[in-house]
């Protein structure tokens, strides 16, 4: 793995991390919190797979999301009295670097950032969030932790869940998917490459004539493919349930790990339609899916997780 904290839009929080870093190493117990939610799942999972990799002495906890707590409720986390407590806050509005404030507890909020793109280095804003900051901090606490590096692929996926792909394009998403390729973590492939995507996720897209095209895509040259794709989701077009940023990171950018079927977008648009609607159920599920993705670094459905297990 790449050091992630040198990619440029760790910049302005690079130095932040890494004294987080140093205080859960330090930690003579650490309470790692997010909400029960699936972007709560993946950034708690990359702090649990720290801890498990270093043998650190932590304890995790789901709490409530804010969509099952009155609108005027105060956020459901708490620090703990005893240990360090470490706060993945996946649900805050996005932060400016300088409103940071100093704590007693890490506080993983998202960051306003920037980088430098196109061949003019555009710059372009965007945001940092709470579950690649935690895939960083997990590398830096783990660099060569076997779970640290199993579950290293999903650290951008925060980031495809985030509203920022329904406007626009996502620079900081974009950065994070070129720097996980090019150290090997993930594949970046167009749709037909997928041997089983979740093909619902883009409306009016025809299941018959992908299976079609992804049958006759490997004779096909670069004009061709990028002619036939044009074809495939010109009908999509029309949906407004969908943004065109978001239609061509899931037409052009699957995020695969080596020759797994499933795409990462898949997986978590599977996971999603799952999770259950009241909070209990809700923090059940998020637990039992915390724990298998431990196990196996792929976010599964229950009943494909009952499978693997049989």
């Excluded at 650490?30 to 797979?49: F, M, R, T």
């Excluded at 993983?108 to 900051?133: F, H, Y």
């Amino acid at each position: 793995m790449r050091d992630v904290l040198n990619v440029p839009i760790f910049s302005p929080v690079s130095s932040a991390l890494v004294s987080y870093g140093e205080q859960i190493k330090h930690a003579d117990l650490v309470h790692i919190s997010a909400p029960a939610s699936l972007e709560g799942v993946l950034a708690l999972g990359q702090l649990e797979a720290a801890c498990l990799d270093l043998g650190l002495k932590y304890r995790r906890r789901l709490y409530t999301p804010r969509h099952h707590l009155p609108r005027d409720a105060p956020p459901a986390w708490t620090e703990e009295a005893k240990g360090l407590t470490v706060i993945a806050d996946v649900e805050e509005a996005t932060w400016a670097i300088a409103d940071r404030a100093e704590t007693s507890y890490v506080h993983l909020v998202p960051l306003n950032t920037s980088v430098e793109m196109g061949e003019k280095n555009r710059r372009m804003s965007g945001a940092i969030d709470p579950v690649v900051q935690a895939g960083a901090l997990a590398a830096w606490l783990a660099p060569n932790g076997r779970r640290v590096r199993k579950l290293r692929p999903y650290i951008s996926l925060g980031l495809w869940l985030r509203g920022a792909l329904d406007t626009s394009m996502d620079p900081i998403h974009t950065t994070m998917l070129n720097h996980l390729k090019d150290e090997g973590s993930v594949r970046i492939v167009p749709l037909p490459e997928v041997a089983s995507p979740a093909a619902e996720m883009i409306p009016h897209l025809s299941e018959r004539q992908l299976k079609r095209l992804a049958k006759v895509w490997p004779t096909m040259d670069v004009d061709q493919r990028s002619l036939a794709l044009s074809e495939l989701i010109l009908p999509c077009l029309t949906s407004r349930d969908l943004s065109t940023p978001r239609l061509e990171e899931l037409v052009w950018h699957r995020m695969v790990v080596g020759d797994a079927d499933m795409d990462l977008a898949s997986q978590a648009h599977a996971v999603k339609k799952e999770w259950p609607q009241d909070e209990k159920s809700s923090k059940l599920y998020a637990s039992k899916l915390l724990d298998q993705w431990l196990r196996s670094g792929t976010l599964m459905t229950s009943e494909e997780a009952t499978d693997s297990n049989r």
